[in-house]
T-cell receptor, first 115, second 115 residues
């Protein structure tokens, strides 16, 4: 199993450009999520999904869109990039959608810089 | 507003010593408390987790102590080794509005174990 994969690993955008961060998992996990990691702020939840066709907002959803058309894929879209979105983005998945015993498996991350 | 407060921000421990990282929370809806370990350039990985009906959980050299009345929990790393040098995040899990779960992370502790 490849686990959770993310592409690209690095990306530089100009303000106002759009792009999609890709995330895929091959573990048949129902739960998938996106986090951003900024120095001194830990990881903050952007959006999450409990199954195909079901998504919900996390702590910092503004400026980001998601959709979940398949169990395997959970792309994150930036419609109009801003410098404040410069961050490292992590995708994660877990077998359980419940509160407990829901070990999340993280991808390797995408480092995004918005100029 | 940080819902999960973590301290210290950084920690230096001698090999063989005990590393202690503390976290505190306010939201009583949190019902599961995992700790994640992250090495540079990698995504976080689950280290150990505890439910609020348990006061202590031990796995090898890693122990979580949980004080529900004080809304505090801590990670103890016994016999700390240079390979334990990493960033540690406490987290707290609550139910999402649309089902599923939402993880709220602390700001992280950068641990360095010196020889």
């Amino acid at each position: 199993n490849a686990g959770v994969t993310q592409t690209p690993k690095f990306q530089v955008l100009k303000t106002g450009q759009s792009m999609t961060l890709q995330c895929a998992q091959d573990m048949n996990h129902e739960y998938m999520s996106w986090y951003r990691q900024d120095p001194g702020m830990g990881l903050r939840l952007i959006h999450y999904s409990v199954g195909a066709g079901i998504t919900d907002q996390g702590e910092v959803p503004n400026g980001y869109n998601v959709s979940r058309s398949t169990t395997e894929d959970f792309p994150l879209r930036l419609l109009s990039a801003a410098p404040s979105q410069t961050s490292v983005y992590f995708c994660a998945s877990s077998y359980s959608t419940g509160i407990s015993d829901n070990e999340q498996f993280f991808g390797p991350g995408t480092r995004l810089t918005v100029l | 507003q940080q819902q999960v407060k973590q301290s210290p921000q950084s920690l230096i421990v001698q090999k063989g010593g005990i590393s202690i990282i503390n976290c505190a929370y306010e939201n009583t809806a949190f019902d599961y408390f995992p700790w994640y370990q992250q090495f540079p350039g990698k995504g976080p990985a689950l280290l150990i987790a505890i439910r609020p009906d348990v006061s202590e959980k031990k796995e090898g050299r890693f122990t979580i102590s949980f004080n529900k009345s004080a809304k505090q929990f801590s990670l103890h790393i016994m016999d700390s080794q240079p390979g334990d040098s990493a960033t540690y995040f406490c987290a707290a899990c609550s139910e999402g509005t649309g089902g599923g779960n939402k993880l709220t992370f602390g700001t992280g502790t950068q641990l360095k174990v010196e020889l």
